[in-house]
C-alpha cells in the first residue's frame, strides 16, 4: 500500500527528507512493540510449544499490518493538494511548438518528477525492509523455533542412544533450552542480529552525557580509540574511527557473508541507501542527489572525465583544494589534453572577493569562454580559511562556468555546507568518524545527465537520447561494480555515534580545544595564525618559527610532514620521550608576501587535549632549520603528501 502510494503522487523536494524522519518513527513504533510483545509472551505462564509459535506468528502478522497502515497513513498526513502533480503533467510532452526555453523547463520538471519518485520508493522499501528484518528477528519466534530444533534433535540422539544399548542420555538432551543471547563475535548477553541484515549501534556503555564528558580524556580514548596511543593530531588527513565504527564494519562483512547472492541483490541497495540518506540529512540536500564515492578523489575524476571537454578547454582552481583532488584535476590535463589554470592567493586569510578580483583578471586574458569548470575548496585544506563559495558560484555561473566544491574540510566540520554548486564532492573520513574509502558526490539535477560512474555499472544508463537517461542517476551510482561495502553501510553507525555525542556538542569542545591551542602554540613559537581571529574553526594554521625562507618549498614541508608521520615526539632538550606515537601533524607551505612559509596544521578532535599540541610544537621547533631532514624520511612517504 505504501509504495502505491507513493508512485501515484510525487511530493515536493522539502518532503523528500521529512518522509525519512516519518517512516523511521513508524518502523520504531513497530520495533519497539515487537520487543514488548516478545518480552510479556516470554513472562506469560507455560504454554505448548506449538501454541506459543503459532501465538508469535499471529502477531507477526498483525504488527506486519500496522506497518504498513502505519507508513500509509504518515503518507497521506504529509501529503497535501500541492504535492500532487496536475493531471496528465508526467505524460509525454510534444514540443513541437514550444520555444526551447520552454522545452528545457518541462524536460527539467519531469525528470525531478520521477527523480523524486524513485527516491520515495526507495525510502518506504527500504523502511519496510527494516520491518521484516525485525520480524523475522521476533524473539518469541526465535526463541521457540530453537527450543523446537533443539528438542526434535535431543529426542532423535535420545532414541539413537537407546537403540544402541547405551543408556546415557545425550549432550543435547541435558543442554538447556534457554541458552544464553551472544552477538555475532560470540560475546554473551547481546541478541544475535545474524540472518536480519542488521547491524545495530554499539555505545560500548556509553550515555551521550558520559561520553562529552569524556572528551579529550585517556579513558575515552582508551575504550573509543583503543591502540590510538596518544598525540595524533592530523585526522583532517586521515580520520580515526571510534572502535563502534569499526566494530560494526566487521559485523557488515559476517552479514554480507551470510548469504552474498541474497544481500548482493535483495539487501544491498536499502542497505547503502538508507546511509545515503541520513547523511543527506546532515547536510541538507535532497536525497535524490548524493551517491558514494570511494573518496574526494573519485568524485572530482568522476566528474571531470564525464564532461565532454574540447579542444581548447581549459579548468581553473584555486590552490587550496586537497591534495587528492589536485591529483583528479592533474590526471584530466594528462588524458584529455585540457589546460590547467592554478590561482594562487595573493594574501592571507583570503576571501571571495580577493579571490574573484584575481579570478577577473585571469578571466580577461583571454580564457574567458574557454574555462567550462572551476574547482574550489569551502575550506582550504593547506591554509584553514573558509571560504563564501555561494558567492564564488554566482560569479562563476555568471561567467558560464560550471563550478566543482570540493567539501572535504567542510562536510562535519562546518555547519553547513554549500548547497549552490554544481557538484560537491567529499570524504568522510576526516571529520564525520567514517572508515577509509568513503566519501559523497552530490549532483544538482541539471548536471546528472552528464555525470556517470567512472566504470561501467550494472545498471548503465546507456544512449543519452533515451527518455529515461535523465531519471537513472541514483541507480546507475548504486552499482557501478563489485567491492567491498562495508564502508558505506557502516557510515550509520559513524552517524549513531555523532548523534550520541551530539554535532553541536563535538563541534562546541573542538573549537574550544582550537582556541586553546591556539593561545598555547602561539605562545611556544611567537607566531600568529593564518585565519583571522575567531574563524579556525577545528583546524587552526600557525606557522612554524623561523619558518620563512624561500627555500621551505612543497617538497620541505612534503619531508617534514613524513618525518612527523614516523618519528615519534621527543622534547630534544630534556632527551626523553613525551608522548607515545608520532604526532603526525601536517606541514604545509603557503607563498605569503612573496615568502614561502612553512605551516602546521592542526587538527582538533573529541579524543585530542591541549597538551598534546603543546609537546609536538616543542618538537617541531627543534627541528628548525627544517631542509636538514630529508636523509632521514622515505622519498616513496614524501610523494604522498605532495
Given at each position: 500500500k505504501a509504495t502505491v502510494s507513493v508512485l501515484n503522487c510525487t511530493p515536493t523536494m522539502g518532503f523528500l527528507g521529512k518522509l525519512a524522519g516519518k517512516a523511521e518513527n513508524a518502523l520504531n513504533q513497530v520495533s519497539g512493540k515487537i520487543e514488548g510483545d516478545a518480552g510479556a509472551s516470554a513472562d506469560a505462564p507455560a504454554v505448548s510449544e506449538a501454541e506459543a509459535y503459532a501465538r508469535a506468528q499471529g502477531e507477526n502478522c498483525v504488527l506486519l499490518q500496522l506497518l504498513d497502515e502505519t507508513l500509509t497513513g504518515e503518507l497521506a498526513k504529509g501529503l497535501g493538494d500541492k504535492d500532487t502533480l496536475p493531471a496528465g503533467f508526467t505524460k509525454q510532452v510534444e514540443f513541437k511548438d514550444r520555444s526551447e526555453g520552454m522545452k528545457a523547463m518541462f524536460e527539467k520538471r519531469r525528470g525531478n518528477n520521477a527523480r523524486m519518485r524513485g527516491a520515495m520508493t526507495h525510502t518506504v522499501e527500504g523502511a519496510v525492509g527494516g520491518a521484516l528484518a525485525a520480524l523475522h528477528g521476533n524473539k518469541v519466534t526465535n526463541i521457540v523455533s530453537a527450543k523446537v530444533e533443539k528438542a526434535t534433535t535431543a529426542a532423535k540422539a535420545t532414541a539413537v542412544d537407546a537403540m544402541q544399548g547405551t543408556g546415557k542420555?545425550?549432550?543435547?538432551?541435558?543442554?538447556?533450552?534457554?541458552?544464553?543471547?551472544?552477538?555475532?563475535?560470540g560475546?554473551?548477553?547481546?541478541?544475535?542480529?545474524?540472518?536480519?541484515?542488521?547491524?545495530?549501534?554499539?555505545?560500548?556503555?556509553?550515555?551521550?552525557?558520559?561520553?562529552?564528558?569524556?572528551?579529550?580524556?585517556?579513558?575515552?580514548?582508551?575504550?573509543?580509540?583503543?591502540?590510538?596511543?596518544?598525540?595524533?593530531?592530523?585526522?583532517?588527513?586521515t580520520g580515526c574511527v571510534p572502535e563502534s565504527v569499526r566494530l560494526a564494519r566487521r559485523a557488515w562483512a559476517v552479514q554480507y557473508q551470510l548469504n552474498p547472492v541474497v544481500f548482493r541483490f535483495v539487501n544491498l541497495a536499502n542497505a547503502v541507501r538508507q546511509a545515503e540518506l541520513q547523511i543527506a540529512e546532515l547536510i541538507e540536500v535532497d536525497p535524490a542527489d548524493i551517491v558514494f564515492t570511494t573518496g574526494a578523489e573519485q568524485g572530482t575524476s568522476t566528474v571531470l572525465r564525464a564532461l565532454p571537454w574540447r579542444v581548447g578547454d581549459a579548468l581553473i582552481y584555486v590552490d587550496d583544494?586537497?591534495?587528492?583532488?589536485?591529483?583528479?584535476?592533474?590526471?584530466?590535463?594528462?588524458?584529455?589534453?585540457?589546460?590547467?589554470?592554478?590561482?594562487?592567493?595573493?594574501?592571507?586569510?583570503?576571501?571571495?572577493?580577493?579571490?574573484?578580483?584575481?579570478?577577473?583578471?585571469?578571466?580577461?586574458?583571454g580564457l574567458e569562454g574557454r574555462v567550462r569548470c572551476a574547482v574550489v575548496a569551502e575550506v582550504g585544506a593547506k591554509s584553514g580559511v573558509v571560504v563564501d563559495v555561494g558567492s564564488l558560484c554566482k560569479f562563476f555561473h555568471s561567467k558560464k562556468i560550471s563550478v566543482l566544491c570540493d567539501g572535504t574540510h567542510a562536510v562535519g566540520h562546518l555547519p553547513e555546507p554549500c548547497h549552490t554548486c554544481d557538484w560537491y564532492t567529499a570524504s568522510l573520513t576526516n571529520w564525520c568518524y567514517a572508515e577509509a574509502g568513503v566519501g559523497i558526490l552530490v549532483v544538482q539535477p541539471a548536471k546528472q545527465?552528464?555525470?556517470?560512474?567512472?566504470?561501467?555499472?550494472?545498471?548503465?544508463?546507456?544512449?543519452?537520447?533515451?527518455?529515461?537517461?535523465?531519471?537513472?542517476?541514483?541507480?546507475?551510482f548504486s552499482y557501478s561494480g563489485l567491492q567491498d561495502f562495508g564502508n558505506y553501510l557502516s557510515v550509520r553507525q559513524a552517524i549513531a555515534f555523532t548523534r550520541l555525542c551530539g554535532w553541536k556538542k563535538i563541534r562546541e569542545?573542538?573549537?574550544?580545544?582550537?582556541?586553546?591551542?591556539?593561545?598555547?602554540?602561539?605562545?611556544?613559537?611567537?607566531?600568529?595564525?593564518?585565519?583571522?581571529?575567531?574563524?579556525?574553526?577545528?583546524?587552526?594554521?600557525?606557522?612554524?618559527?623561523?619558518?620563512?625562507?624561500?627555500?621551505?618549498?612543497?617538497?620541505?614541508?612534503?619531508?617534514?610532514?613524513?618525518?612527523?608521520?614516523?618519528?615519534?615526539?621527543?622534547?630534544?632538550?630534556?632527551?626523553?620521550?613525551?608522548?607515545?606515537?608520532?604526532?603526525?601533524?601536517?606541514?604545509?607551505?603557503?607563498?605569503?608576501?612573496?615568502?614561502?612559509?612553512?605551516?602546521?596544521?592542526?587538527?582538533?578532535?573529541?579524543?585530542?587535549?591541549?597538551?598534546?599540541?603543546?609537546?609536538?610544537?616543542?618538537?617541531?621547533?627543534?627541528?628548525?632549520?627544517?631542509?636538514?631532514?630529508?636523509s632521514m624520511v622515505d622519498e616513496t612517504l614524501v610523494r604522498t603528501f605532495l
Open positions: 542420555k545425550s549432550d543435547e538432551a541435558e543442554a538447556t533450552t534457554e541458552g544464553e543471547d551472544m552477538d555475532i563475535f560475546v554473551p548477553g547481546k541478541a544475535s542480529s545474524m540472518g536480519q541484515f542488521a547491524v545495530k549501534f554499539n555505545s560500548l556503555g556509553y550515555t551521550s552525557d558520559a561520553i562529552v564528558k569524556a572528551f579529550g580524556t585517556e579513558e575515552l580514548r582508551e575504550k573509543m580509540w583503543p591502540g590510538l596511543g596518544s598525540g595524533y593530531l592530523n585526522s583532517a588527513a583544494v586537497s591534495d587528492p583532488v589536485k591529483r583528479a584535476i592533474r590526471s584530466i590535463h594528462k588524458s584529455h589534453g585540457v589546460e590547467i589554470i592554478c590561482i594562487k592567493p595573493s594574501a592571507y586569510p583570503y576571501t571571495a572577493n580577493s579571490l574573484q578580483t584575481q579570478l577577473k583578471k585571469a578571466l580577461g586574458g545527465v552528464t555525470t556517470q560512474t567512472l566504470t561501467v555499472s550494472y545498471f548503465d544508463r546507456g544512449c543519452a537520447s533515451k527518455s529515461a537517461y535523465s531519471t537513472s542517476y541514483l541507480r546507475e569542545y573542538c573549537n574550544k580545544l582550537a582556541k586553546e591551542v591556539v593561545d598555547a602554540v602561539t605562545k611556544v613559537w611567537g607566531t600568529t595564525p593564518i585565519q583571522e581571529s575567531g574563524k579556525w574553526g577545528s583546524m587552526p594554521v600557525i606557522p612554524l618559527p623561523k619558518g620563512r625562507d624561500e627555500k621551505y618549498n612543497a617538497l620541505v614541508a612534503a619531508q617534514l610532514t613524513a618525518h612527523l608521520s614516523t618519528t615519534p615526539c621527543r622534547d630534544n632538550k630534556f632527551g626523553k620521550d613525551t608522548t607515545a606515537a608520532p604526532c603526525c601533524v601536517q606541514i604545509t607551505s603557503l607563498h605569503i608576501d612573496g615568502i614561502n612559509t612553512l605551516c602546521a596544521r592542526f587538527t582538533c578532535q573529541v579524543f585530542n587535549n591541549v597538551a598534546e599540541y603543546v609537546t609536538a610544537a616543542k618538537f617541531i621547533a627543534s627541528l628548525c632549520p627544517y631542509n636538514n631532514i630529508s
